[in-house]
């Protein structure tokens, strides 16, 4: 069971970015799916979840900015992220796992990937 986050680069203020959560060997559509990010000398943070049922969740640091879908038959998540700030800049992770009661809590998920870094310059 492997998680893969990608998409991640160098951005400006003001700009956009997909990032795109993969997984091998399991199937995403059996689990609901989060994105946190962690930036230099701060904790890992919650930023959005989808459920199976691909319904979304935000923080309210992302709302309005970010929208997290998933397309089943590709087996992907993605997360769009509009009008970004230089204090999006972070280590993005997606993590797995069937039941998350608190979405934006680590512990609630088993599966982690790699993340991928973005950088917002202002």
């Known amino acids: 069971v492997q998680l893969q986050a990608s998409g991640g680069g160098l951005a400006q203020a003001g700009g956009s970015l997909r990032l795109s959560c993969t997984a091998s060997?399991?199937?995403?559509?059996?689990?609901?799916i989060g994105w946190f990010r962690q930036a230099p000398g701060k904790e890992r943070e919650g930023i959005s979840a989808?459920?199976?049922?691909?319904?979304?969740t935000y923080a309210d640091s992302v709302k309005g900015r970010f929208t997290v879908s998933r397309d089943n038959h590709l087996n992907m998540v993605y997360l769009q992220m509009n009008s970004l700030k230089p204090e999006d800049t972070a280590v993005y992770y997606c993590?797995?796992?069937?039941?998350?009661?608190?979405?934006?809590?680590?512990?609630?998920?088993?599966?982690w990937g790699r993340g991928t870094q973005v950088t917002v310059s202002s």
């Open positions: 993590a797995a796992d069937i039941w998350p009661v608190d979405w934006w809590q680590v512990g609630q998920y088993r599966y």
């Open positions: 060997g399991f199937a995403l559509d059996n689990y609901a």
């Open positions: 989808i459920s199976v049922g691909s319904d979304p």
